[in-house]
């Protein structure tokens, strides 16, 4: 299923449409969005050094680890990066992200210093969209040839600037002719669910973390839990969604293991387990409508309480229709008939509203009977 997002992003967008975007979420129980990263950033790598990709560079914007950390990433997977190498920039925003520092300190320096951009005052962000165009154009020049974008992290973005200016950010990333493809990572936990929503609907994809073990609350008893904390930490489900063309939308799950080589992905083999976990990403009607969808326990019983007009309401007892007859099957007292001046007399006296009185003149006539009074006329 990872294998799926890293086809999208490698294969991009087609000319003229909007480049394929990803957001990657974590959170505090699940804290491996940065393995998903160096797992695509490997595999894009790769694929643009085999000329496999639509996408012939690759721009990295380090916030949360050093560009150092992703080199020696890369050459632990076997792509050596050098001073030559012309696929590949790094746009450095971790080092000194506020411009505080005059000078970097000498002797710091890393393999593939040269291809390293050290970027300050990460709040203006249209100076940071300059600055990866233009390193993206130092790879690929200004024609039609495409290079992808892959920023490790926007919760530094989001800490220094506000929302509508990030979003702003990555859509006039995914909107540009030459970037082929756009990859980012978030915790969601560390910021409001408007932010996340806001993010998720600049993403054609979105690929979700889920630990095995949630409580019911989404947090986790310390007490309770921690031997199944500890011994299932680094695993779990990976969820992808991705946005399909007139509205469908395509959800694919499968299990993810960290462990010191990386991120690994495999199937689930369970059916029921695939149906909970595709479940859990359908989202709530509450989340869709200002209004609630659903009945709640109480509201449910009061509903049940409620006697529908025209219903039966004489709490259980045999239900008694009269006919016409002179008297009911249980043998009350026969009706005694009433002169009119006497039935007004006793309505005026009781202060009720008045009765129709109605006899029968045989036991032929039907009680209801649907024949028409002018059915022997000649009409």
Partial sequence: MADSIFRKLRDGGEEGELAPALTIEETVASPFALDVSC?????????????????????????????SFYLQFLKQKGIFVSSSSKWIRVLDCYTDPLGWIDQPSPGVITEGSSLIKLHKCVSDLKRLFSSIIEAGREMVGDGKTRFSVAIDSVNELLRHSSMPLVSGLLTDLRSHAQVSSLFWSLNTDLHQEKVTNAL???????????????????????????????????????????????????????EYHVDQTGINFSPISSVETIIAATKSLIPKASYLVHFNLQLSEK???????????????????????????????????????????????????SGKGGEIIYFRDSDDEHPDSDEDPDDDLDI
């Fill in 299 to 349: 509201e449910r019983v009061e509903k049940e309480k409620v006697v529908l007009p025209f219903e039966h309401q004489d709490h259980g007892k045999s239900t008694e229709i009269y006919d016409g007859r002179r008297t009911l099957a249980d043998g009350k007292t026969e009706a005694t008939p009433l002169s009119s001046g006497e039935l007004q007399a006793d309505v005026v006296s």
């Fill in 39 to 67: 797992y695509l950033l490997a595999n894009l790598s790769s694929s643009i050094l085999a000329g496999k990709s639509k996408s012939e560079g690759l721009v990295l914007v380090t916030f949360s680890r050093s560009p």
């Fill in 200 to 254: 998720e609907y600049i993403s054609t994809m979105k690929a979700n973390l889920e630990p095995f073990c949630p409580s019911s609350d989404g947090k986790r008893n310390a007490l309770e839990n921690l031997f199944l904390v500890h011994q299932d930490f680094g695993k779990g489900r990976f969820h992808i969604r991705f946005k399909l063309r007139k509205g469908r939308v395509r959800v694919m799950s499968e």
